[in-house]
C-alpha cells in the first residue's frame, strides 16, 4: 500500500497513472497561465501607457471592455459545456471517445494561448478596435478547444478505473501532478518573464515586457501540448459492464443527465461556491505581493509553499480521508480551515511570516478538497446512470471544468474592475496604491472578504444536501450490478 493505493491493480494500472498524471500536470500549468495571469498580462502591459503612448483613460477603457469580453464569453459556456460533454460521449474512434478531443484541443489551445499573449503585431495600439475583435475571436476558438480538452482529459476519471479506491489512486496521482503544475508556474513566472525581457529587470512595479511574457506563453504551451501526447499515449482505459451498456446522447439526455442527477447538481452548486472563491483569492496573490507588499519577487515564495504543500497535502489525502471519516468531512473541516487563513492574511499587513502563515492554512486544504470533489462527481456518473438508464461519463465530468472556467471568468472580472477601482493598473506602484484613501481597505475586502463568505455557503450547502459518501456509492454500485445482472467483480 503506498499512500493509499493498493498495488493490486489491473496491468499496466501503473503506467496509465503516470501518463495520466504528466497530462494533468501540463493541463494545470496551462490553465493556471490562463485563469490567473492573462489578466494580469492585459492590465500591466497590454495597454500601459507608458509603453505605448495611449492615454491612461482610453487605457483603462481598453481593459474594461476586454475585461468584460472575457466575462461574458465564459458566461456562453453554460449553455455550451454540456453540449461538448454529450459530443465526447457520442465520439467513437479507435482511440477512444475521450484521446481524440485530448489531441485536438491541446494542439489548437496550445496556439490561441501563445496570441492571446501579444498585441497581435502591434495592433492593440494601431488599431485598438479591430485588435478588440480578434480578441475575441482567438479566445472564443481557445474557449471551445479547451473545453473540449478539459472535458475529455477529466472525464476519462470513471474510464480508468471503476470502484472508489482505483478512483482515488488516479485522483491523487492526478492532483499531485496538477498541483506541482500551477506550483511551478506560480515559482517561475516572474523569473521567466523578467529573464526574457529585454531590459532583463522590473520596471517599477510592471514586471517585464511583452517579449517576456510571450516567452512564458510558448513554453506553457509546449509543456502542455506534451502532457496531453503523453496521456494520449500510455493512458489505458477499463473497459466494465457498466461502460458497455452505454447509449449514444442526444440534446435531450444531456440535460436530462444533468437536470435528473439531484447528487450532481448539490456538489456543483457548493464546488462552484468554493471554486469562485478560491480564484478570487489566488488570483489577487500577485497583485497583492506588486501593490500591497511592494515586492513582487517574493512572490516566488509562494510558488515553493505551493509546490512543497501540494506534495504533502495530496499525500496525506488517504490519511485523512480515513482519520475524518470520509470525503464530506473532510472537505468541511479543509474549508473551515482555509477561512481561518484568509482571515490570518487579511490582518498581516506587511509581516512577511503572518502572510506566510496564512497563506499554508489557506491553501493546504485546496489540493485535498479538489480531489473530493473530483471523486465525488466521478461517482455520480454511477448514480445518475441508476436514476435515468443512461451513463454519461462526459456530460457529468464537464461539470467540474465548466464551473473552473466560469469561476474564472467572473474572477476576471473582479480582477480586472478591482484593479481599475483602486488604481492598480499600468505604472501604479506599492506607494501610489497606499497613497490613496481607502484603496488597500477596497481591495482586502475584495481579495478576502468575498471568499469567505463564498467559503461559508459552500459549507453549507454541502452539509445539508450533498449525500455522495463513498458507502453511499458502493450501494450504488451494488443497485446497478443487480439491474445489468452481473457481479461486482465484473465491473474491473
Not at 468584460?68 to 465520439?91: A, K, Q
Request: net charge positive.
Amino acid at each position: 500500500m503506498f499512500w493509499g493505493i493498493s498495488m493490486n491493480k489491473p496491468k499496466g494500472f501503473g503506467k496509465t497513472l503516470f501518463s495520466y498524471a504528466c497530462g494533468a500536470f501540463g493541463h494545470d500549468v496551462f490553465y493556471a497561465a490562463l485563469s490567473s495571469y492573462l489578466i494580469m498580462f492585459i492590465t500591466s502591459q497590454l495597454f500601459n501607457p507608458g509603453h505605448t503612448g495611449i492615454s491612461e483613460a482610453t487605457s483603462e477603457r481598453m481593459i474594461a471592455i476586454v475585461t468584460t469580453m472575457l466575462f461574458v464569453l465564459r458566461f456562453v459556456e453554460l449553455i455550451i459545456d454540456p453540449m461538448i460533454g454529450g459530443v465526447v460521449d457520442n465520439t467513437r474512434t479507435k482511440l477512444g471517445k475521450f484521446k481524440p478531443w485530448i489531441l485536438f484541443g491541446g494542439t489548437i489551445g496550445s496556439v490561441c494561448i501563445v496570441l492571446l499573449f501579444t498585441d497581435l503585431g502591434g495592433l492593440s495600439t494601431s488599431n485598438p478596435t479591430f485588435y478588440i475583435i480578434m480578441f475575441i475571436v482567438i479566445f472564443a476558438v481557445l474557449d471551445i478547444v479547451y473545453s473540449f480538452k478539459d472535458i475529455a482529459f477529466w472525464g476519462m476519471i470513471p474510464a480508468l478505473a471503476t470502484d472508489s479506491k482505483e478512483r482515488e489512486s488516479v485522483g491523487v496521482f492526478a492532483r499531485i501532478a496538477s498541483t506541482l503544475g500551477q506550483s511551478i508556474v506560480t515559482f517561475s513566472i516572474v523569473p521567466i518573464v523578467l529573464f526574457f525581457s529585454k531590459n532583463h529587470s522590473q520596471s517599477g512595479n510592471v514586471i517585464g515586457d511583452k517579449q517576456g511574457w510571450l516567452v512564458f506563453a510558448i513554453l506553457v504551451a509546449v509543456v502542455s501540448l506534451v502532457g496531453g501526447i503523453i496521456t494520449v499515449i500510455g493512458a489505458k482505459e477499463q473497459e466494465s459492464a457498466l461502460r458497455q451498456s452505454t447509449e449514444k446522447t442526444n440534446i435531450m439526455t444531456v440535460f436530462k443527465a444533468i437536470g435528473h442527477n439531484d447528487q450532481l447538481l448539490w456538489v456543483a452548486v457548493s464546488y462552484g461556491l468554493f471554486a469562485l472563491g478560491y480564484v478570487i483569492c489566488s488570483s489577487f496573490l500577485l497583485y497583492y505581493f506588486t501593490y500591497i507588499f511592494g515586492d513582487a519577487s517574493s512572490f516566488a515564495i509562494i510558488g515553493t509553499l505551493n509546490l512543497a504543500i501540494g506534495f504533502i497535502a495530496v499525500a496525506l489525502f488517504p490519511v485523512l480521508s480515513r482519520v475524518f471519516k470520509g470525503r464530506k468531512n473532510l472537505f468541511c473541516v479543509g474549508v473551515i480551515t482555509m477561512i481561518i487563513g484568509l482571515i490570518i492574511f487579511a490582518l498581516a499587513g506587511k509581516q512577511l511570516s503572518i502572510i506566510l502563515t496564512g497563506y499554508v492554512l489557506f491553501f493546504f486544504p485546496y489540493p485535498i478538497l479538489f480531489v473530493c470533489i473530483l471523486l465525488m462527481l466521478t461517482d455520480s456518473v454511477e448514480y445518475g446512470q441508476l436514476k435515468t438508464g443512461t451513463r454519461s461519463e462526459g456530460v457529468t465530468l464537464c461539470v467540474r471544468p465548466l464551473l473552473d472556467k466560469l469561476a474564472g471568468a467572473i474572477s476576471n472580472g473582479v480582477v480586472g474592475f478591482t484593479a481599475i477601482w483602486v488604481a492598480m493598473t499600468n505604472n501604479a506602484t506599492a506607494e501610489s496604491v497606499a497613497a490613496m484613501p481607502g484603496s488597500i481597505l477596497k481591495f482586502k475586502i475584495v481579495m478576502f472578504g468575498i471568499p469567505i463568505i463564498l467559503f461559508a455557503l459552500s459549507i453549507i450547502v454541502f452539509i445539508k444536501k450533498v449525500q455522495l459518501t463513498e458507502a453511499f456509492h458502493d450501494k450504488v454500485l451494488g443497485e446497478l450490478c443487480t439491474k445489468l445482472g452481473v457481479s461486482k467483480d465484473e465491473l474491473s
